[in-house]
């Protein structure tokens, strides 16, 4: 097992002395990577960076791309089941963000999305359309009354050699958000108990809302004071993608993923 470096200010302040700053140069780093479709090794990780780190540095990934032109979206949670905490070494879901330019919505069942990342993986979501500001204190009824549940599947990549492996570079990597695609509108307001399938090719995997924290707007609701903490207060308008409901898929240019939530919503999308 490998030593744990742990760096003083001063180490930090001749870390950027010596290689300018470490959260805006991997932002661009990982920027490329996306733009390209291609991963970058770890070992690019700031010496000691640690999980609040990792958000500067998505922060910095954020103010680059609205800096040359996307437009604010909303906001997306992962690690939401307990298995994937567990595996990412971290007690609570973490969060990234969505630009408009990277949601879509097909025009007819089945278009093509253009979607161009390597080891691209597909997840069936509940997408909430905010319809109020949430603040902290946000309660999953609250949620349900003031906002509206879409299917939707996000496509995600790691752009990390390897994939992420901890919590910490995969929020630096805005928690491998790739796109989003949104589906119909679900007419259903509770969506505990929820159940949900995801297929691509000859494999299907299958879910529902006790991996998304028992509930989707139960989701939401974490959200809202954790993003505020951060100083991204949950806005009218904004899009929340709440976690993956299935095991992810390999989604390979030229197929086809199909998301169903059982009885209430379907969507199918071609990756082009």
């Known amino acids: 097992m490998g030593s ?5 200010n001063q180490d930090h302040r001749l870390w950027r002395m010596k290689n300018g700053d470490p ?31 990792a958000y500067r540095c998505q922060r910095a990934m954020r103010e680059i791309a609205l800096a040359a032109g996307a437009r604010h979206a909303g ?15 971290v007690a609570h ?18 278009d093509a999305v253009p979607v ?19 603040p902290p204190g946000t309660t999953p009824d609250l949620v349900r009354a003031s ?11 790691s752009r990390w050699e390897g994939g992420a492996g901890t919590a910490t570079p995969l929020v630096a990597d805005n928690v491998s958000h790739v796109a989003v695609v949104l589906g119909p509108v679900v007419r ?19 879910g529902g809302s006790d991996q998304v924290l028992g509930d989707p707007a139960a989701a939401v609701a974490w959200a809202a004071a954790h993003l505020a903490a951060l100083g991204h207060p949950l806005r009218r308008g904004d899009l929340i993608m709440t976690g993956t409901l299935c095991p992810p898929l390999p989604a390979p240019p030229g197929g086809t993923v199909t998301a169903t ?12």
């Open 188 to 206: 259903a307001t509770d969506l505990t108990g929820l159940r949900a399938t995801l297929s691509c090719a000859d494999r299907t995997s299958a």
């Open 93 to 110: 879901p973490v969060t990234g963000f969505l630009t408009a330019d990277l949601i879509s919505e097909p025009t007819a069942e089945g």
């Open 23 to 53: 959260c805006r140069d991997l932002a661009e780093r990982l920027l490329g990577a996306r733009r390209a479709g291609t991963t970058i090794p770890r070992e690019g990780l700031p010496p000691g960076l640690d999980l609040a780190g």
């Open 116 to 134: 161009f990342a390597s080891g691209l993986l597909a997840e069936a979501e509940v997408a909430y359309e905010l319809g109020a500001d949430l």
């Open 4 to 8: 744990v470096v742990i760096l003083t």
């Open 261 to 272: 939530l059982d009885g209430l919503a379907h969507l199918k999308v071609t990756t082009g």
């Open 147 to 157: 906002a509206r549940p879409r299917l939707a599947v996000e496509f995600v990549a």
């Open 75 to 89: 906001w997306k949670i992962g690690v939401t089941s307990a298995a994937a905490r567990r595996a990412m070494g």
